[in-house]
């Protein structure tokens, strides 16, 4: 049975699907349904780890919405660090970096 944290970062990985399809208009449904078939916590870790950056990331940068990734909420909020390695903190922080996101 998950974590009480694992469902609420599960959570919060629908809201951004559903904030970056009402506030930046775009309708991210593969991203969704990797959160559905997968759960929020793992979904994460295979973007993360991904050798390039999703179509997701890219189509939310064009529209100046890093805040609306998976590595800008993981570093927004502290309580879901627990979910991950400092890697995987770290590939967050310097991908987020390298597409000029300053979080706020």
Known sequence: MPERLEIEF???????????????????QRFRRMVVDHGGVEAA????????????????????????????MILASDRFHALFSEEELAICRRRL????????
């Open 10 to 28: 599960h959570d919060a990985m629908l809201d951004i699907y559903r904030r970056a399809k009402s506030e930046a208009k775009y309708n991210a």
């Open 45 to 72: 870790k295979l973007l993360i780890h991904a050798d390039a950056v999703s179509d997701g990331y890219t189509a939310l940068w064009e529209r100046g919405r890093l805040d609306l990734t998976v590595e800008a």
């Open 97 to 104: 970096a390298d597409y000029g996101y300053q979080s706020p």
